[in-house]
């Protein structure tokens, strides 16, 4: 036990619960976006939402591959589409010099090269209750869902929910 009385926890349960968090990170669009699944990576679209980063990016997984088609697949599949071509990138190691390298060549803008960090608290919750707040859990879209939307001044947002929600399985709170 630990010194606040909960279990142990192994570093084979902190990879498991990292890897659930990466693998749910890179699949996050997917509720919202239209997909399409490349040998190198994802691309997502939702052409109705041409400002969402989110929605409109290219996920390239790791590996070695010709960069500079996959560079040429993406920019040609974003432009087609009138949409500014984004790359995303997630990396165990997060150094692969040769990717980076292509992607600078072609042009592209490396704005974080360093890996996301997964944080986990394994102290007991300091979190005190606010009655006053009201969480739902909201799993589709009814009258109540739409007014909602209404009052979000973020109109790329909005439509990012709204999206959402349409998808079967997905929710937010």
């Known amino acids: 036990m630990s010194e606040d009385g909960s279990p142990p926890v192994s570093l084979q349960h902190t990879m498991d619960i990292i890897e659930t968090i990466t693998r749910v990170e890179r699949r996050f669009a997917s509720t919202f976006a239209q997909v399409e699944e490349r040998e190198w990576g994802t691309l997502f679209y939702t052409p109705d939402i041409p400002d969402s980063y989110d929605g409109n990016h290219a996920f390239v997984g790791d590996g070695h ?3 500079a ?8 599949f974003y432009e087609a589409r009138d949409l500014i071509p984004r790359i995303y990138h997630f990396s165990s190691d997060n ?7 292509a992607f600078k060549q072609a042009g ?3 704005t974080k090269e360093d890996v ?4 986990i608290y394994r102290g007991p ?3 005190q209750s606010n009655p006053e707040v009201r969480v739902r859990c909201i799993d589709g879209i ?3 869902a ?7 001044d973020n109109l790329r947002m909005a439509k990012v929910i709204q999206r959402r929600l349409s998808n079967k399985g997905s929710w937010i709170f």
């Open 108 to 110: 592209f803008t490396i």
């Open 125 to 127: 919750s300091r979190i």
């Open 95 to 101: 150094d692969n010099a040769e990717l980076r390298s």
């Open 65 to 67: 591959y010709d960069w």
């Open 116 to 119: 996301s960090r997964v944080l």
């Open 69 to 76: 088609k996959v560079i040429d697949q993406i920019t040609g």
């Open 146 to 152: 739409l007014a909602e939307l209404a009052t979000i």
């Open 142 to 144: 009814d009258e109540n």
